[in-house]
T-cell receptor, first 114, second 115 residues
Framework: NAGVMQNPRHLVRRRGQEARLRCSPV?????VYWYRQLPEEGLKFMVY????????ESGMPKERFSAEFPKEGPSILRIQQVVRGDSAAYFC????????????FGSGTRLTVV | AQKITQTQPGMFVQEKEAVTLDCTYD???????LFWYKQPSSGEMIFLIY??????QNATEGRYSLNFQKARKSANLVISASQLGDSAMYFC????????????FGTGTSLTVIP
């Protein structure tokens, strides 16, 4: 299966710990997008990255959240000092170019903060 | 204002019947795309169908069709001949040309197909 791979599928963290979510895009895709889905809500845009560059982070909380997409390796969404309100499903999507039709979503990482 | 509104939190349909899931949208951008995604209980987001704002005909993909009424700003999803495997959450989404990067999603409709 050459789809978007996200790991871990489930992640449990205690308040104050760091959470690292990984996303390997479809092979050859150079555009990565992160979305957050809170319980009972639709997905909300967080950040758009190309290799080594953050293109649009208008949906990212200003503090504790960061994202990267290095030249080699997966994209990482990092949440420092997690709080209960960070509990959500985090989805990654990738595309070959910045075209909406070519979006492929991963299966998500479900973060639970206890 | 909400960009995407889905007013049906939950819907039930008899197997083999057709069902319509409602979606209205709000944008002043003349160029936009409308999408429907299915999210089964396993959690992944599955692309179903796409409609461009300049498309003259309603989009169709197998048992899925999109009832696009531009003047009313609605993009309802019609599923024909429902199957038990259609039970899932369904999300309507929009992407605008001017904002480009991001999708705006609705809150979803939970569809249950009854045997």
């Amino acid at each position: 299966n050459a789809g978007v791979m996200q790991n871990p599928r489930h992640l449990v963290r205690r308040r104050g710990q760091e959470a690292r979510l990984r996303c390997s895009p479809v092979k050859g895709h150079s555009h990565v997008y992160w979305y957050r889905q809170l319980p009972e809500e639709g997905l909300k845009f967080m950040v758009y990255l190309q290799k080594e560059n953050i293109i649009d982070e208008s949906g990212m909380p200003k503090e504790r959240f960061s994202a990267e997409f290095p030249k080699e390796g997966p994209s990482i969404l990092r949440i420092q000092q997690v709080v209960r309100g960070d509990s959500a499903a985090y989805f990654c999507a990738s595309s070959l170019e910045d075209r909406p039709y070519g979006y492929t979503f991963g299966s998500g990482t479900r973060l639970t903060v206890v | 204002a909400q960009k995407i509104t889905q007013t049906q939190p939950g819907m039930f349909v008899q197997e083999k019947e057709a069902v319509t899931l409602d979606c209205t949208y709000d944008t002043s951008d003349p160029s936009y795309g409308l999408f429907w995604y299915k999210q089964p209980s396993s959690g992944e987001m599955i692309f179903l169908i796409y409609q461009g704002s300049y498309d003259q005909q309603n989009a169709t993909e197998g048992r899925y069709s999109l009832n696009f009424q531009k003047a009313r700003k609605s993009a309802n999803l019609v599923i024909s001949a429902s199957q038990l495997g259609d039970s899932a959450m369904y999300f309507c989404a929009m992407r605008e040309a001017r904002t480009g990067n991001q999708f705006y999603f609705g809150t979803g409709t939970s569809l249950t197909v009854i045997p």
